[in-house]
């Protein structure tokens, strides 16, 4: 299980929310799992890509490196998005028995924020240039690992800071605990998957 994001951002910019917000909660939920002693059966692996605002340089430096590993990798999740509470996954229906578990062990877990598995049996538009090509996990959509898709829970004002010197840490700050679910949530899935 491929867990990812991307360290770099655009010229002028700290990269708070694009991507060091992203950053952060694979991080956490990295932490989260080793701190848990969990023992999965499968690998769980974080890679920090470069070079996304660069045309998605690292991500498929990474994937052409380990082209033969590759058939291995039972899903990518990515996190390149506003910060906020991840509130769910689109999901092809195969996948319903293992992430209803995580819509079972999140059920109740923060006050303000829930998770939903939404089925979605579409194909994923598969070539890069198209569809969600503009973040890591396209490259690995490409090569045929499953991606699914995160919605989030967020009213940050992402059209304001995006690819801006105003992509600062002040402007990330408050939405700490809607990150910090999403950490959660994200080590809940990478263990139910793997």
């Not at 028995?97 to 089925?119: C, K, N, T, Y």
């Not at 304001?160 to 999403?182: E, G, I, K």
Request: proline share 6%.
């Amino acid at each position: 299980v491929l867990l990812g994001a991307h360290l770099d951002s655009f010229d002028g910019a700290t990269g708070a929310a694009d991507n060091g917000s992203g950053v952060a909660t694979m991080i956490e939920a990295m932490r989260l799992l080793a701190a848990s002693g969990a023992r999965p059966r499968r690998t769980i692996m974080l890679v920090a890509f470069a070079g996304e605002e660069m045309g998605l340089k690292g991500s498929a430096a990474f994937a052409a490196r380990h082209a033969a590993q590759l058939p291995g990798v039972v899903m990518m999740l990515n996190r390149d998005a506003r910060p906020g509470a991840i509130s769910g996954i689109t999901i092809p229906s195969a996948w319903k028995p293992v992430l209803s578990r995580v819509e079972q062990d999140l059920r109740g877990a923060h006050p303000a924020f829930e998770f939903d598995a939404v089925i979605d049996d579409t194909p994923r538009e598969r070539s890069p240039g198209n569809g969600r090509a503009s973040s890591d996990d396209s490259i690995f959509t490409a090569q045929g690992v499953p991606t699914p898709r995160f919605s989030a829970l967020t009213d940050f004002d992402y059209e304001r800071v995006h690819h801006t010197v105003a992509d600062t840490y002040d402007n990330v700050l408050p939405f700490r605990s809607a990150q910090q679910y999403s950490s959660m949530v994200l080590a809940l899935i990478a263990w139910e998957v793997a």
